[in-house]
């Protein structure tokens, strides 16, 4: 079974994980999903974005 690769940017490291775990098992259930969570403050995150991406809109 193919495995695909996502990223969640997301703020928490347990309820949106599981969340997101259960949506795609209910709309993906034939297949195999691996779930990375970058565990940050998005606003920082998007900050840190622009401040070092000349083209980041």
Known sequence: MKTKNI???????NDEPRFIEQLLS????????KIYSYEANLHMLA????????DFN
């Open 47 to 54: 900050s840190k974005l622009e401040n070092d991406y000349f």
């Open 7 to 13: 990223l969640f940017i997301v703020e928490g490291k």
């Open 26 to 33: 209910k709309c993906y259930h034939a297949s195999n999903f």
